[in-house]
């Protein structure tokens, strides 16, 4: 009985989380990034908790906020390959191994300029 109410507990604040993550690029005025990576915790959980429907929308937006984050990516594919999306997830692996292969420029070049 607490498994299922600890499952429920995590899915509403996973729930909670991408509704205000939603709403803008941080949460409470914190950077981009935090949220992205609370996101990234977030859907890494309800994907561990069998949690799907919960997951992939967590995925997504932290791969909205971070489009160069090859983590996000390949972990949008493992919810995908869990969800028997395999087109999607091998385009999201893929995109995931060639993040982590030929990085986003502006992340190499940025500190030069």
């Known amino acids: 009985m607490a498994a299922a109410a600890k499952v429920a507990a995590e899915a509403e604040h996973a729930a909670a989380l991408a ?10 005025g914190e950077p981009a990034a935090v949220t ?42 493992d919810i995908r390959d869990a969800s028997a999306d395999l087109p999607g997830a091998v385009s999201d ?3 995931a191994h060639a993040l982590t292969i030929y990085p986003d420029p502006r992340l190499v070049l940025g500190p030069l300029y």
């Open 19 to 28: 509704t205000v993550a939603a709403r803008g690029n941080g949460v409470g």
């Open 36 to 77: 992205q990576r609370r996101l990234r915790v977030a859907a890494r959980l309800a994907l561990l908790n069998a949690n799907l429907p919960a997951a992939l929308p967590l995925a997504s937006r932290a791969v909205e906020l971070d489009a160069s984050d090859a983590d996000a990516w390949a972990l949008l594919g």
């Open 93 to 95: 692996d893929d995109r």
